[in-house]
């Protein structure tokens, strides 16, 4: 289980994180009705389009203290807070960081893929701590009653390209507000390669253009993220040409990106497409 993480430990925030202005005003109100009554957020969007980074400026920006855990090593329900371990030939109860973690005033715990658990009803005990409740029993732990001002986040991928999924419970899915992710605008997106791995300007533009077109290339569309992209930009600062950046860091073979690049005729300096609503979050 993931029980390393240190609950005292506020995320750094990072300058050159974006997000658009809707999003930020939701989740600032997000923030406020914490205050009152229990908020729990299901953060859905593609792969790497900056889902869970947004949880971790979210915490970094409240100065709240922060907790993730892995759904998809769940085998068994209640295995978020512990389970039963052998030692010298006796059996105890190993608790595990779950449990700290929600009764941590104003933690932020964050579920990631929350639809890719290993047995469907390890989520169960969720139920209960994302109630107005707020509470669960477990015969080991005995009461456990969820902190004031503890934020649940939950991150999902969905789509049939996501192997190990589940359709995420309806009456879970209801215990949620919801916010969806896409890809940032191409400007936003070059600006971000920009600031983060010190390329020029033209060759930031270059990159987005590209990987957009070969995210819409009707024949055979890729999901680049915008982690694969910060990875080709890396690439090229550190002295790669784009084709070589991009052919060495995108996770297909050599051969067939190359014929798409050559089919895609791509063309340096095309003129870059608006990032307006988005901003520094």
Same mark, same amino acid.
Request: hydrophobic share 40%.
């Given at each position: 289980m993931a029980n390393n993480y240190v609950l005292d430990m506020i995320p750094e925030k990072d300058p050159h994180y974006f997000l658009h202005r809707e999003v930020i005003d939701n989740l600032e109100r997000f923030e406020n009705l914490s205050k009152k009554h229990p908020v729990n957020i299901l953060v859905t969007g593609k792969q790497g389009c900056g889902k869970s980074s947004m949880v971790r400026q979210f915490a970094a920006r409240h100065n709240r203290p922060m907790a993730v855990f892995q759904v998809g090593i769940l085998s068994e329900p209640g295995q978020l807070f512990g389970e039963l371990r052998l030692k010298d030939g006796e059996t105890y109860y190993q608790r595990f960081l779950f449990p700290q973690a929600i009764t941590t005033p104003n933690c932020v715990v964050h579920l990631e893929e929350i639809n890719r658990p290993e047995h469907p009803k390890a989520l169960n005990m969720l139920f209960s701590v994302l109630s107005e409740d707020r509470q669960v029993w477990t015969d080991d732990l005995g009461l456990i009653r969820v902190a004031n001002g503890v934020i649940f986040f939950a991150t999902l991928n969905e789509g049939e390209e996501f192997t190990g999924t589940e359709m995420l419970d309806a009456a879970l899915r209801d215990r949620f507000y919801v916010i969806s992710m896409d890809y940032l605008p191409p400007a936003i997106e070059a600006e971000v390669l920009k600031l983060k791995t010190g390329i020029s300007e033209a060759q930031a533009v270059t990159i987005v253009n590209i990987v957009n077109k070969l995210r819409g290339n009707?024949?055979?569309?890729?999901?680049?993220?915008?982690?694969?992209?910060?990875?080709?930009?890396?690439?090229?600062?550190?002295?790669? !040409? #784009?084709?070589? $950046? =991009?052919?060495?860091?995108?996770?297909? %073979?050599?051969?067939?990106?190359? !014929? #798409?690049?050559? $089919? =895609?005729?791509?063309?340096?300096?095309? %003129?870059?497409?608006?990032?307006?609503?988005?901003?520094?979050?």
């Open positions: 009707t024949q055979m569309p890729l999901s680049v993220s915008t982690r694969h992209n910060l990875m080709i930009a890396e690439m090229a600062a550190a002295g790669a !040409s #784009i084709r070589e $950046a =991009i052919v060495y860091s995108l996770q297909m %073979s050599k051969d067939l990106l190359e !014929s #798409i690049l050559l $089919a =895609i005729h791509v063309e340096k300096g095309e %003129s870059q497409v608006s990032g307006y609503g988005y901003e520094r979050y």
